[in-house]
């Protein structure tokens, strides 16, 4: 490519020297304008050592990633632990908190039920004598009732004998005039 362009400049009328440097001068920027296309592509090694490079890299950050997916499994699982034997702790506590209320309630229970028997008891005396109390008036009352009858009775009996001696004399009478 080189002796075409000198060839070039010396058929336009260039001096052979003045030609020779224009050539080298174009040579020259064209091998650095391939420098610079060359540096900017990459060769099938250089994309295999990238390659190479980012899958170590890769590999390594997996690695990385995977690690801290363990220690966060292993701090997660060591959490969950911790609140099975928080909640373990609690649940055994409320266990005992509720075996002791029943327990309370157990015994205010039987508290009550003996108030309540004590109380019935009050209540059954008091009530029985209160029965007796109304059935001896009752009876009071029926012999009164009675006393009364049997006064009514006799003061009748009496009046009834009394009208009877009445009659009686009367009739003596009127027969004892009848005969004087």
Avoid at 75 to 86: I, M, S, Y
Wanted: net charge negative; aromatic share 4%; with cysteine.
């Amino acid at each position: 490519m080189e002796i075409e362009i000198y060839d070039a400049f010396l058929s336009a009328g260039v001096p052979a020297e003045k030609a020779h440097m224009a050539a080298d001068s174009v040579r020259h920027e064209f091998d650095q304008r391939l420098a610079a296309q060359a540096a900017a592509l990459a060769t099938k090694r250089d994309l295999a050592e990238a390659v190479g490079r980012l899958g170590t890299s890769a590999e390594a950050r997996s690695a990385e990633t995977n690690l801290a997916i363990a220690k966060l499994s292993a701090e997660t699982e060591l959490r969950f632990t911790l609140v099975d034997a928080r909640f373990d702790r609690l649940e055994a506590k409320l266990d005992g908190s509720v075996e002791r209320l029943e327990a309370k309630l157990d015994g205010s229970v039987e508290r009550l039920d003996t108030k309540i028997d004590l109380l019935a008891e009050r209540f059954d005396a008091k009530l029985d004598r209160s029965i007796e109390r109304v059935e001896s008036t009752c009876l009071s009352l029926v012999q009164t009732m009675k006393i009364q009858n049997a006064e009514t009775s006799a003061s009748q009996l009496r009046w009834l004998i009394g009208t009877m001696f009445a009659t009686v004399g009367a009739m003596l009478a009127g027969i004892k005039l009848f005969i004087v």
